[in-house]
């Protein structure tokens, strides 16, 4: 019997690849106008390799980005890059298709609904409430309440214990199958691959489930419980 739910929530709820790409490309255009001579490729390039290295949640990227090339930070070209970088950012940042309408058909057929994601609890936080999320969810699991990033354990059970369900009563939907498929199998979760969230061209998710729209969810559930209409 299915109990709840766990969410991953970038590519999951929210395109975050979609939005990181318009937001960058914005922050680029930008910098270049405050003065920055370098060409769209090159701060490209640099861009990419500064998130390859620390993570694609780093925040402070554009500071890095000028201290490489000037070896000091000009505030005029950081703030035009920055302000660019938020308002583009705000503007990407929707939700998939049907994940309003589905969480809330979860809701109300008794679901408890939780997120685990491998965000800092800032940025989490500050989407979830951007998309007016942040009140649906029961409770939301971050890096920071684990300090342990998924496919380890420690994320899962520790959205377990917080909606006080067990292994094999929840669902746990996400789109890197490495990380959510895999860490929730590990602790007894049934898994559903978000195939309309994958940037990696997976071919085998080896989930329970796989979904090309958030809102197959509900026919799962009901299969699961054995539910009829």
């Known amino acids: 019997m299915i109990k709840g739910i766990v969410f991953d929530l970038d590519n999951t709820l929210v395109d975050f690849m979609a939005m990181k790409r318009l937001a960058i490309d914005a922050a680029i255009s930008a910098m270049i106008d405050a003065g920055l001579n370098l060409s769209r490729e090159e701060l490209q390039t640099r861009i990419d390799a500064i998130y390859?290295?620390?993570?694609?949640?780093?925040?402070s990227v554009f500071d890095q980005l000028l201290y490489g090339e000037f070896q000091k930070v000009d505030y005029k070209i950081l703030s035009a890059g920055v302000l660019a970088y938020r308002r583009a950012r705000e503007a990407a940042l929707v939700p998939y298709p049907h994940v309003y309408s589905t969480l809330i058909e979860i809701v109300k057929m008794g679901m408890k609904i939780g997120v685990v994601s491998d965000a800092p609890a800032r940025e989490a936080w500050l989407r979830l409430t951007y998309?007016?999320?942040?009140?649906?969810?029961?409770?939301?699991?971050?890096?920071?309440?684990?300090?342990?990033?998924?496919?380890?354990?420690?994320?899962?059970?520790?959205i377990l214990e917080l909606l006080r369900i067990e292994p094999q009563e929840a669902l746990m939907i996400g789109d890197w199958a490495e990380r959510d498929v895999v860490g929730a199998a590990?602790?007894?979760?049934?898994?559903?691959?978000?195939?309309?969230?994958?940037?990696?061209?997976?071919?085998e998710s080896n989930a329970d489930y796989e979904v090309d729209d958030i809102s197959e969810l509900i026919e799962i559930i009901r299969n699961e419980n054995k539910i009829r209409i």
């Open 131 to 158: 998309l007016n999320l942040h009140h649906m969810f029961d409770h939301v699991v971050t890096f920071e309440d684990t300090g342990i990033r998924k496919p380890e354990p420690a994320p899962f059970k520790k």
């Open 186 to 203: 590990k602790v007894g979760m049934k898994t559903v691959f978000a195939r309309y969230g994958d940037t990696f061209g997976t071919v």
């Open 52 to 59: 390859q290295e620390r993570g694609m949640e780093f925040q």
